[in-house]
């Protein structure tokens, strides 16, 4: 072997290392642990610690955009947050097809874990309005997650997407009581997320009844054009003020949709959250011909996204993402 090929294979080496390194900044190999301080998230040195990142589509039907490679792109692009959406009772969710969305979130797990973001189960109930009406089977998906998971760091657990309908304040404390238990058993210093009522846009009940459980969080979601972007604001303020730690687990932007003043109210909204330190997550890594697609729907890359493949609302997100690597 000449010197020639000697160097290449060091340096090959060496670029592995650095490769190595990278990803293994910003995330959970270097914060660990994570638990909530009053109202706000820290790590595991008691810094405040602020997730941003992306939700998939429902894993079922987008599952090509949950692979290592595109996990390892959207943690270089700042997340450090990855959501597995499993829907429940539609677009092949949980219910329909349970063996197949097993598969597929503890295969999402594996592929975040590895490109070390914290990772967030979150059981999407959605068309099925009130968490109470699965509960059985929420509970045994999530518990079976802890029990892989419990003394994992990177897992975090959102019990509810968007309680709606008739859904009360109460029918999710008591969900809540349920499925709580059923997780910290296994996994008991996992932060767990709580959705609040009507699509996760209301505090008040919380803030007046809060669930007795330390390390909670309750969700918010905020999507322009659809919630008054002051009024979330203002929202988010007096759940704060009535101490309680909130997670903006989704917002999103429809770009086919959004006027000049949706834009400028979602930049105005998660300025709020950065000077807030609250985390949040965008909706949603695929390419589905909708506004709210990180991923062009022409563009057939299920990774190493360039700028060509990237949507109009996807190029905001990123720039928003990368806060995260100052
Ligand atoms: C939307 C998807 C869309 C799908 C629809 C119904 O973007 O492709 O057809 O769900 O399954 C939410 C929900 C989230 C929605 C999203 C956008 O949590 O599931 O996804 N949204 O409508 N709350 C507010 C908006």
């Known amino acids: ?50 997730l941003r990142g992306l939700s998939s589509h429902g894993i079922a039907w987008y599952p090509e955009y949950t692979n290592y490679p595109a996990l390892k792109t959207i943690k270089d692009y700042g997340a450090n947050a990855f959501r597995i959406a499993m829907y429940v009772e539609q677009n092949d969710g949980y219910l329909e097809e349970p063996e197949l969305n097993k598969k597929l979130l503890f295969s999402a ?67 809540a009581n349920e499925v709580i238990p059923v997780i910290r058993k296994y996994a008991p210093n996992a932060v767990i997320l709580v959705g609040t009522p009507n699509f996760c846009t209301s505090l008040s009940e919380a803030i007046e009844n809060p669930i007795e459980y330390p390390n909670i969080m309750y969700t918010y979601h905020y999507y322009a054009g659809v919630s008054d972007c002051k009024f979330a ?18 917002w999103g932007l429809d770009s086919h949709d959004a006027k000049d003043q949706h834009w400028k109210e979602t930049s105005e909204f998660l300025d709020y959250l950065e000077k807030e330190k609250i985390g949040w997550i965008n909706w949603s890594l695929s390419n589905k011909d909708e506004g709210y697609s990180i991923i062009k729907p022409d563009s057939s890359k299920l990774h190493s996204w360039d700028e060509e493949d990237i949507t109009d609302s996807g190029k905001f997100v990123f720039r928003y993402l990368s806060k995260g690597k100052d």
């Open 1 to 50: 072997m000449d010197t020639q090929q000697i160097l290449e294979i060091h340096n090959q080496e060496l670029k592995q290392e650095i490769e190595k390194l990278r990803v293994k900044k910003g995330g959970i190999e270097e914060h660990g642990q994570l638990s909530i301080k009053g109202t706000q998230m820290v790590d595991q040195n008691g810094n405040p610690f602020i």
């Open 109 to 175: 797990i594996e592929n975040s874990l590895a490109a070390d973001l914290y990772t967030i189960v979150d059981w999407h109930v959605l068309r099925d309005e009130d968490p109470n009406h699965n509960i059985d089977e929420a509970i045994d998906i999530l518990e079976e997650v802890a029990q892989r998971y419990g003394d994992n760091p990177g897992i975090i657990y959102e019990i509810c997407n968007e309680p709606n309908g008739d859904t009360s304040y109460d029918d999710i404390v008591n969900y």
């Open 233 to 250: 604001m203002e929202e988010i303020e007096r759940g704060l003020e009535g101490g309680l730690p909130i997670f903006v687990s989704e």
